[in-house]
């Protein structure tokens, strides 16, 4: 029997910091000039989401993967590890 993907992220604890490690750039670009979003549908935490004037980063969830860095067309997007003891903790099992 397989586990499913949301019984596994279930065993991972996360520490937050209240600053954020995650930074659009350029929010305007975003809108204006960004027409695949792709920040949207990359991230597998589902960390950004389209509001009505902007895309919101919750970075609460961020499970530190990068792709939203990588996947952005226009690297509007700073990405950084969070300061020392704050982040995703993963547990195997």
Avoid at 4 to 23: N, P, Q, Y
Wanted: with cysteine; glycine share 8%; charged share 25%.
């Amino acid at each position: 029997m397989s586990a499913r993907v949301e019984d596994k992220l279930f065993l991972d604890r996360f520490k937050v910091d209240e600053e954020s490690h995650l930074r659009i750039i350029s929010p305007k670009k975003c809108l204006k000039d960004c027409s695949q979003q792709a920040c949207l549908y990359l991230c597998p935490a589902n960390v950004y989401r389209l509001e009505t004037d902007h895309i919101a980063v919750h970075h609460e969830g961020c499970l530190e993967c990068g792709s939203c860095r990588v996947g952005c067309p226009h690297l509007n997007i700073e990405w950084r590890f969070p300061k020392g003891g704050y982040g995703i903790s993963h547990k195997f099992g």
